[in-house]
Every structure is written in C-alpha cells, then in structure tokens.
C-alpha cells in the first residue's frame, strides 16, 4: 500500500504543467507565480512533499479538485453510494450464480450443462462490459420496455425502484466476474471429485447432495474464495465503463470526468481508494483461508 | 490430447501431422482464422469500399444502414463502416504490441529475478506494489498522465500486463532452477547468462506464448476501454472504443454506430480467447486439466 501511495503521488508530481501557473492565471507575474508555488508548498524537496501529502491522506485529506474546488474526498463521499450499491449487488448475483453453476458442470462433466458453462465462461471473457450493457439496453429497456434505460435509485427509495435500476448494470458488469468463477469453481471441484474421500463418502451411502456441498465444494472453497477476492480487479475497471453506459453517478463517472478535465488530485484519489479497498479485500480473504481450512495458520 | 507431444505437434513434419493436429485442436483452427479475417480487414482496409473514415458529410448526418452506408452514417455524416474497418487496425495493432512488449519485458524481469535471489525481493515488491492496482485503473491513471496516442495506450497497458507476467515467468523459473539439468550445467561451470538462455529460458516458452495471447485479448478490451471513456486512442484516429464514445449520446436514436463496432470487437476478442485456449491445451496438458 506504500508503494501504491507513493507511485499515485509520483503520478500527481509527474504531471506535465506547472500548477501554481495554472492557478495564478494569464495575469500573474513570475513573483506571484513564485509566492503561490511557495504558499503551496511545491518549492520543497519531492521527498518532503511527499512526506506531507501522506501525512494529509492519513487523515482523510485528499487535497482539492482543481475544477471544482472541492475537497476530494467530500467529492468521494457524494459519489460513494451508487458504486458501493452496483458493487455488492454484482458481487451477490455473480458469485450465487457462477459458484452453483460450477459446481453443477464439474459434477456432471461433459453434459450439457458442463457446456452450457464453459460457454458462457469463454463469451463472458470475449464481450466486453459495455457491449453487453448496451445489448440489456436494447433488449429489456428499449424493445421490452420492462426496465428503466439508465440512472440510480437509492436503496433508501424503495427496494424495487432500486434494484429494477440495478438489474442491468450488475448483470453486464457481473458477466466477466461470474465467467471467472464458474470456471474456477467447474476446476476445483473437479479435482476434490476425484479423491478418495469422495468415493468413501459415496460408498458409505450419503446422498449426492450432501456429497457434493459438504464434501466437494468444502474442499474446493480456497481457490474459489480467492478467484472471488483476484476478481474484484475486474469489477473495478469495469465500474468505470458501466457507470458511463447506464448514466450512474458513481465513482465512475467521476473519474471519468476528471480525466476528461485533467482534475488529477481526484483520479488521485479515485485511484488510492480503489487499490485500498482491492489491498484490504484481499487481505481479509487471506485470513479467511483459516475459517475455510483449518489446516492454514499464519 | 494427451498423446500429442508439444514439441512435436508445434512443428509439423508431415502435411498428415498438420491435419492431425487441426483436428485434435478445433479451437486454435477457428480461432486463428477468425483472427486471421481481422488481420486482412484491418490490413485491405483502404481496398474493402471504405471511404475516407475521416471524411465529414455534414449533409449525410446519422443515416441508417443502407446499400450506400452499409454500416450507417454517424452524426458528422462519418461513414461507419469504413470507420469500422480502419479501427481494426487500432485493435489488433494495440492487441499485439500489448502481447510482444510485455512478454518480452515480463520475461527478461521474471528470469532474471527468479535466478538471482538478491534482486528478487526488490523486484517481486515493486510488482506486488503494481498489482495492487487494477490493471483497467493503473492503465487510465498512466493515460492520464500523458498525452493521448497510440504508442501511450500500448506503453501504458503493457506497464499494467508486465507484473502478472513477471509473476509467472519467475515461478516456473523457480521450479526449474531445482532441476537436474540446471545443476549439471551450474556443475559444468556454465555461466549464469548462459544458463538462463539455453536451460532457463526453452522451457518459460510454453506458458508464456499462452499467456500472451491472453494478455492481447485483455489489451485488445482495454484499449477499447480506454478509448470508450475518452483516455485512450485520439478521436482522429478512428478505433472502436471511441466509435462507440461518439454513438453514446445517441444510442436510443442511432444504436447502429454502437452496434458494429461492438460486434467486431467481441468477434475479435474471442477469436483471441479461442487461440489461447487452444494453445493451452495443445502447448501445457497439465494446466489444461487444472482449467
């Protein structure tokens, strides 16, 4: 996480163009240039800047848009509800769809269903988040007009306004994330299938339902819980790209918008809470391990 | 699949082996010519009907797909068709400069710091360090940064690939580092730079030529990302992230223009996949079985 605050601050320092310049304006002189430059602080070493800057993100100063003149993270706390909403419903719907599918096709290898997912797990990588955003816009919100075409509902609205605004963007943003994980999962419970314990479980007569959820997909949980924690990745570059599509007001948008305006204090900003969330997600599914298999200890 | 062996089936002797081989592997076959029907759209572009991708017609604004616009006209009175065919060439050029640069700048990072332990540490942290950012994120934050052009997008996604292909060129480089051979030839006296071309280096080849074709689809999707959110390719050469940006606002209106490019574009990617796939699974059995 160190690295990842000093490379996104390297990215600010880096920036072609002088800010004190661009804030003193057309008028300035070269002293009021200078006066600005040292109110600011940019007259001191990289490293002291930098040491300043941490210091100020340590404690929820992110700095100042350069368009609006807002704090950073007041302009990330107004955006944080619509990403954080999209997210975790992408995340619910993918992973209770892709896991039971995976499942479903590795215990029935080869049949149909089995293809049926490896199907949709090589489309899902191939389509990217906007084509099949527009497709769900064209088919549900436009020809069958069951859905709103775009915009955000807040959850604090109703549940149904909220999630028939939902539905489209979790499924085009979900569809990669959920391709990943029904192969994973098809993969790792393959494999535990074929282990002994399996057959035992079998002979001994328990029911194929119990083998499978108690015995096979138990087993099969580690590589599956980081395959759901690695996606996230995912997820986050594609918030971007449907944010855009469906017109929500998301973190998204707002970066979206900055890089369009150069606003980099904010795609600063953007950036370092993304990886902060992606860092401690994983982190959190890292110790999660022990709850799954209590043969891991740290 | 098994039963072929990698070394042999990559280089065919006989024409019976060739078909042999296209048989047992369907996906490398359709997926190479469905790449292989981009790659000489992108390259006969000029001498496929198109006009000039650039040309404005104002009179000729948003028309529908017809015998004369075969795929429409977009609000510049653009031809899309012709701006279609043309952002091929943007997609498959980022596609495969993405692939080559960072397979091969991956490569020499992950060998050298698989072998040489001291350098390992700094390496491997300064790429955990990279990892923890999304690639899409780390590759728009570098596109901000710079100014938008083709060779900025392909610098700035292959700076985002390069980690997860250190990564894997340093584990097998670990792995093979315990093997007999690489102990003989240490025992033999052979130098280090030696050793990492001919012993090391052979045996990397397999993964990293699947891996690279992956990592051209990802380029591929990002680039038209990038170009999609207005940090990618510039609007004057024409690529179909940024045909789909400009047909956006007029979606409800004109969904042609997203339309077509959307669908090269998905054609493009899987056909991609679909080599890699088959490359996996011809090239590395064992990691077949585990996928």
């Known amino acids: 996480m160190g690295f990842v605050a000093f490379f996104v601050f390297s990215l600010l320092y880096l920036t072609p163009g002088d800010p004190a310049a661009v804030i003193a304006g057309d008028q300035a002189t070269v002293a009021d240039i200078e006066r600005i430059r040292e109110r600011l602080g940019l007259d001191r070493p990289f490293l002291v800047q930098f040491g300043t800057w941490l210091w100020a993100v340590l404690h929820g100063d992110m700095g100042i848009s350069i368009f609006t003149n807002l704090p950073v993270s007041e302009m990330i706390g107004q955006r944080i509800e619509p990403t954080v909403s999209l997210a975790t419903v992408t995340i619910i719907l993918a992973v209770s769809l892709a896991v039971p599918l995976g499942t479903l096709a590795a215990w029935r290898v080869g049949s149909w269903i089995d293809r049926l997912v490896m199907v949709i797990a090589v489309a899902g990588f191939s389509v990217p988040v906007f084509v099949v955003g527009y497709i769900l816009i064209f088919a549900f919100a436009l020809e069958l007009e069951w859905l709103p075409v775009q915009g955000f509902t807040s959850p604090s609205e109703g549940f149904w306004p909220f999630l028939s605004h939902m539905i489209m963007p979790a499924s085009a943003l979900g569809l990669v994330y959920m391709a990943l994980i029904a192969r994973i999962t098809r993969a790792s419970v393959l494999e535990v299938l074929s282990q002994d314990y399996i057959r035992t479980a079998r002979a001994k007569g328990l029911a194929e339902d119990k083998v499978l959820l108690g015995h096979a997909l138990k087993n099969a949980a580690v590589p599956i819980v980081t395959i759901i924690g690695i996606g996230v990745a995912l997820l986050i570059g594609g918030v971007v790209v449907t944010e855009s599509v469906f017109a929500i007001p998301g973190l998204g948008r707002l970066t979206v918008d900055a890089i369009l305006r150069r606003d980099y204090p904010i795609i600063q900003g953007v950036i370092l809470l993304f990886s902060f969330v992606y860092v401690v997600l994983n982190l959190l599914i890292d110790i999660s391990y022990t709850l799954l298999d209590p043969r891991i200890r740290y | ?291």
Request: with cysteine; net charge positive; proline share 7%.
């Open chain 2, 1 to 291: 699949m098994a039963t072929v062996d990698p070394a042999m089936s990559f280089v065919p002797r006989k024409r019976g082996r060739v078909l042999t081989y296209f048989r047992r592997h369907p996906t490398i076959v359709v997926g190479a010519s469905l790449l292989a029907i981009m790659a000489a759209i992108a390259i006969a572009a000029p001498w496929l009907g198109t006009t000039d991708p650039q040309a404005l017609a104002p009179r000729n604004r948003l028309k529908e797909p017809s015998a004369l616009y075969w795929f429409g006209t977009d609000m510049l009175g653009r031809d899309v068709y012709s701006r279609v065919l043309y952002g091929a060439r943007v997609s498959l050029m980022v596609g495969l400069s993405v692939a080559v640069l960072s397979t091969v700048l991956g490569l020499a990072i992950g060998l050298v710091s698989g072998y040489v332990r001291i350098l390992d540490a700094i390496v491997m942290r300064i790429m955990d360090g990279l990892m923890s950012i999304p690639p899409v994120l780390l590759a728009i934050a570098l596109m901000a940064l710079t100014r938008a052009s083709m060779e900025n997008v392909i610098l700035s996604i292959t700076v985002s690939e390069i980690p997860r292909v250190s990564r894997l060129v340093r584990g097998v480089v670990l792995t093979l580092r315990e093997q007999p051979f690489v102990e003989a030839a240490v025992a033999t006296g052979t130098r280090l730079p030696a050793i990492l071309l001919r012993h090391i280096l052979p045996n990397t080849l397999a993964p990293l030529i699947v891996q690279a074709t992956y990592i051209c689809a990802s380029a591929i999707i990002t680039e038209a990302i990038l170009s999609f959110i207005g940090a990618g390719t510039p609007p004057t050469i024409p690529s179909w992230g940024n045909i789909m940006a400009e047909g956006r606002a007029l979606f409800q209106v004109a969904g042609y223009i997203i339309l077509f490019p959307a669908i090269f574009l998905s054609i493009t990617v899987l056909a991609v996949n679909l080599l890699g796939d088959g490359l996996r699974d011809a090239l590395d059995p064992r990691l077949a079985r585990r996928l």
